[in-house]
């Protein structure tokens, strides 16, 4: 009796341990409520997508809606202030406007977008790198129970020190997919965002709605490595210690001690 129990277990840990040690890749595609034909093609892919919703994009609260109905989480891309002179969405974020007009901003946007559990910043170089400027926008978002994904779009972000002060959880970008919209490149970025999540335990990647994205997408989303678990954002934020920590061998061993242990001893009682 005693064997075949040990034989069941052993089984069972084998089965498990792939799962036990998949390093978790989350990604995120931005700029959602224009391109609907695309956009519908990625929440497809999968639910673990995470989608980021333009507010004042034509199709926000159809696609925010639709992507929430699939099990897809929705964050709001809240349009910032960049350094250099890109087209800019409607309320845009800039460092010199005050509390109160940024938190207008911010409600709008919230009110705009259904479902949304957190925001990232689009595009966003001058103003996520303004302190007083992201603290106006973290105790605008206080009010909500969302997290901020930073996009890292400029390197002396100020984002975190801004969402400490509300308690505002907060995790980072590890890479973009399509800065270069050639299919071999994104492919590129993608194996890279694998690397770091075998090497970190996780990885953040950030693409667009592109065609050539999509495309790569499919392509490589039907073939991850076994090691790697495809997860939500908020996966990684309810517990961002653990999603960083590749569990070791000990941990394996002692997450399953006790099971080996109450079967000897339901064994005993026979």
Known sequence: MIKHLLKVVVLFLLFNTNNVLAAKLALVIDDFGYRQHNEEQIISFSSNITIAVLPHSPNARRIATMAHEH????????PMAPLGKQPLEKNTLFPYM????????????????????????????????????????????????????????????????????YNIAVIGRDVFLDDQQKEYAIAQQFDLAIKIA????????????????????????????????????????????????????????????KRFTDISNLNSLE
């Not at 099990?71 to 809240?78: A, P, S, Y």
């Not at 919230?110 to 957190?118: H, K, M, Q």
């Open 198 to 257: 075998q090497k970190n335990g996780y990885a953040i990647a950030i693409g667009h709605p592109h065609p050539q994205t999509v495309n790569v997408l499919r392509t490589k989303l039907a073939n991850l490595p076994d090691d790697i678990e495809l997860v939500k954002v908020s996966q990684l934020i309810t517990s961002p210690t653990k999603a960083k920590l590749k569990p070791t061998i000990k941990d394996i061993f002692e997450k399953y001690k």
């Open 71 to 78: 099990g897809n989480d929705v964050i709001i891309h809240l």
């Open 98 to 165: 005050s509390e109160l007009e940024v938190k207008r901003i911010v409600d709008d946007a919230v009110s705009r977008v259904p479902y949304a559990i957190g925001v990232n910043n689009h595009m966003g170089s001058l103003m996520t790198a303004n302190l007083n400027g992201m603290h106006n926008v973290m105790k605008a978002l206080s009010h909500y129970s969302m997290f901020f994904l930073d996009s890292k779009t400029i390197g002396k972000t100020q984002v975190k020190n801004a969402a400490s002060e």
